[in-house]
């Protein structure tokens, strides 16, 4: 019988412990996020003056999808050099932007114009031009849809 007594007294200092370490650790918790608000930094508070310059976001429309484009190729080589070489006759006669890029798709390095036309009667008004100069008889119109 004094055992029963011993173990039920130790059962309930434990469980008075234990509601206790509860309390005093909700304590500490709130008092800790308590003095950690006080230290943040809000972005929101700083005061605006009078130099102080507002700008505005730029309106940005949409990226658009599955658009067509045509881009005039004036020439496409199995070597960066001979691509090199080209463009740089080509820069020298035409007064249009060009680029070189590497297609995996023919694995060919391709000389273009750019940027791409959006219609289509633009980009062979371009190409029907160099036509008009041997060096770019095989200009031709490659139609692209992203």
Not at 31 to 58: G, I, M, R
Request: net charge neutral.
């Amino acid at each position: 019988m004094k055992l029963k007594i011993i173990v039920n007294f130790l059962f309930l200092i434990g469980v008075v412990l234990f509601l206790y370490s509860c309390s005093s650790s909700k304590e500490v918790s709130n008092q800790n996020a308590d003095s950690t608000t006080d230290s943040v930094y809000v972005f929101d508070q700083v005061p605006v003056s009078k130099d102080t310059v507002v700008l505005e976001q730029p309106k940005v429309s949409p990226p658009q999808i599955n658009v067509k484009y045509h881009i005039v190729q004036i020439g496409a080589f199995t070597t960066m050099e001979k691509a090199v070489e080209f463009a740089d006759m080509a820069k020298k006669v035409l007064k249009y932007t060009i680029e070189i890029s590497y297609s995996s798709n023919i694995n060919l390095y391709v000389v273009q114009l750019t940027p791409p036309y959006s219609t289509k009667a633009d980009a062979e008004q371009v190409r029907d031009e160099l036509w008009k100069m041997e060096i770019f008889k095989d200009a031709w119109i490659l139609t692209v849809t992203k």
